[in-house]
């Protein structure tokens, strides 16, 4: 049986909240650990769904996984015996295809289902194959998997990859590669986000040569063996975000802890410019307001350091309350715009043309049923219902707890009226995730 998040919109977010480790740093820093027989530990992992999927998959390929905290694991890989990520789990997690530059670096051979599409997009990873390729794998498609095998001596070749288009995972998993290849390799067009640059971190503790990371072209000279790591994860920057919206949103006062501003650059910026206060009360910690209500802006997704995709939806219920007319341009994902209907169907006025949405604010949202079609809409949707007058019930809150770490209840926190609900006249509410994924 599903669960569904209720909400009661109208109340003004106060207090204190504290950001969680970033997803999208855990899981490839997760996948490094599949380098070495050493024991990697990793430290402020969210403890949300996708980190659950990454830790069966290493468990599947052989490797042990200690969790001495909740937010801790320990992590060995020196009994790999498969070189496997089967389709049951590249379709719910796309993330699970970053075993396979680690598994091909240090075996000499992988195969990885290869993703379909997804709710945001046809997201193929041919710009990861290409970049094997030119470390000297041999890449084939076979059943719907891909099959990856390194030259005959079993080790990969450094080499110059130049990227077509910004991959974040393409970088990672690149980097991931190059690090146990013979010689050096560099990265053109690479990305620059603050997750390439925390695994970068990581690889250089293990003993990795990786400079560059957090500009466009990264150099990895590659060495026979790694070692094991402590690392510290890295604030997520998304979850950062959506707890600003959420208080320029309620027109509420939040304090939010533990989060790196610096990474969050271009989303101060431009909510700074739409009329959100926010303040840097010390290096890890920011303080959001917005007394004097919101004004329209346009926006457009780029790569890092600009505005990240990963918060257009969020935005996008940040100009349904704001003053004026904006228009809303998605460069990175194709299909990115599924929260739209949703919105419109609590009365926001919304125009999909394409990758562009045209937003006229504000409206006066109501609650209504809605229904999550992947992570950060339905953390667009949580923002709406906030603000909504009356009863949202969001179904399909699975795809939230893919990347949110108890929303709800840093949210209750804060003083909003939201629960988890379970649409079931008998069962009790289960205590942990369920245990179905289905992005
Ligand atoms: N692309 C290709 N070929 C490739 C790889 C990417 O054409 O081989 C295209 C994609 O289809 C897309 C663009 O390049 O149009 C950028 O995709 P990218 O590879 O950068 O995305 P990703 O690595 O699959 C990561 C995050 C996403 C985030 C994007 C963009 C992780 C695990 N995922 O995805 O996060 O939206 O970068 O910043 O890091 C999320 O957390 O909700 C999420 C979707």
Known sequence: ?????????GQALKGRVEISGAKNSALPCMAAALLTP??????????VRDIITQRRLLEDLGATVLTPELRTHKINASNVE???????????????????GPLLARFGKAKVSLP????????????HLAGFERLGAEVRL??????ARAPRDGRLRGSEVHFSKVTVTGTENLMLAATLAKGRTTLYNAAWEPEVVDLADLLNKMGARVIGAGTSTIEIQGDEELGGA???????????????????????ELEIKDCMPGHVAAVIKKLREIGVEINELNPTSLQVSCPDGLKASDMITEPYPGFPTDMQAQYMVLMTQAKGHSVINETIFENRFMHASELQRMGARIQIDGRTARVNGPTSLTGAPVLASDLRASASLVLAGLVAQ????????????????RIEAKLQELGADIERIRESVTGPLPQSFPDIVTA
């Open 82 to 100: 498969l070189f496997e990520a089967p389709y049951e789990l590249v379709k719910t997690m796309r993330a699970s295809v970053l075993a396979l």
């Open 1 to 9: 049986m599903g669960e569904k998040f209720r909400i009661s919109g």
């Open 230 to 252: 402590q690392h510290t994860i890295i604030p997520d920057r998304v979850e950062t975000s959506t707890f600003i919206a959420a208080a320029a949103l309620t027109r509420g």
């Open 116 to 127: 379909g599409g997804c709710a945001i997009g046809t997201r193929p990873i041919d710009l």
């Open 38 to 47: 050493e024991t990697i530990t990793l430290h402020n992992l969210p403890y």
């Open 142 to 147: 076979e059943a719907g998997n891909v099959v």
């Open 390 to 405: 009356g009863q949202t019930l969001i179904d399909r809150v699975y795809h939230i707890d893919r990347g949110y770490e």
